[in-house]
């Protein structure tokens, strides 16, 4: 009798592992099967809504509005900081895989749901906001290089509104759609479009450094690379050149650029396409090596602080500070697209708030597929 209860164990124990790992493998997501030809789609969208707290936290807005005002007159570049630390966030969207799913079904057996919550983590979920622990076996999205130099004054800003917020309304607010808001609000106190942001996102329940690679735009990337990297999120060539705009604010790290004013591509000569009067004043703040590793310049070297459509016209005039920035202008794919937004300050903040509102819903969290932490660098497990 013992033998044949432990032979029904090890069975139980086989199908167990065995449903786990045929379940990530055709893709058993949030609300039922999916297939191999679905998961190759565009990212889902989940319906968010301008409304979703009016009934646990009507004020939410205004008391995040609060922390950001205050913010933005003691440090206005803490503004463009927070919306680059909402990109990062929200371009770390990855699918579900079948080595991610085995890696988890030998000790996750009492709930597929849970599977399914380990192997998802994607999108705007305010994953990069948790910090990194002392001698933590787990390594998160801020240990990744391509994420160190994130302001940590952006960092504060989100902590800061999320304790305001859980003051007045506490566990009701996530700290992925508190960090919407922010960039929202740093884009309009800027002189920038005052758009709607939609709420409704969950907050992850996990950050992991190695799915962030091969996720967020990098300073020498291509126009090909990038739009890839922007179909990959359901976004288009359009929302590419819009959201770029972003960089009308905003300061980068010389070892983002440098390359570009001494050896460019490996020529041992400067970049072609840049503005010679640009190239001399770069190379006096950022030498060939030795220099200060904390020295920046601006994105946009006529209105370094003003949400406006500079940047643009700035690449017409050869004064796109990354390689990345100026390759829009010299690409055809997207030359008139850059040239179309210069000339209109309307359409451009158009565009922008339209693809921030798309980059922001891309495969969000909801219902029991996240959690609402109470301070956003650490999960409520911690």
Known sequence: MGGRSSFLRVALLTFSLGFCFVSCCVG????????????????????????????????????????????????????????????????????????CCAAHCSRILSSLAKVRRVCWMQGCDASILIAPTTGGKVVVERDVEDNKNLAPEAFEIVEMAKALVESKCPGMVTCADILAMAARDFVRLAGGPNYGVKKGRKDSRVSMAGKVRGNLPRANSTVDELIRLFAAKGLRTEDLVALSGAHTIGFSHCDQFVSRLYDFRGTGEPDPSIDLRLLKALRMSCPRSGGNNDVVAPFDVQTPFSFDHMYYGNLEAKMGLLATDQALFLDPRTRSLVQGLGRDKVRFFDAFAAGMEKMGSIRVKKGKTGEIRKVCSKHLAA
Do not use: M
């Not at 950001?68 to 003691?74: E, H, S």
């Not at 803490?78 to 371009?91: E, K, N, P, V, Y």
């Open 28 to 99: 058993f997501v949030e609300g039922g099967y999916s297939n191999a030809t679905k998961r190759k789609r565009v990212p889902v969208r989940h319906q968010l809504s301008l409304d979703f707290y009016a009934n646990t936290c009507p004020h939410v807005d205004q008391l995040v509005a609060s922390v950001t005002a205050r913010r933005f007159r003691d440090s206005p570049a803490s503004g463009a900081a927070t919306i680059r630390l909402f990109f990062h966030d929200c371009f770390v969207e990855v699918k579900p895989k079948n080595l």
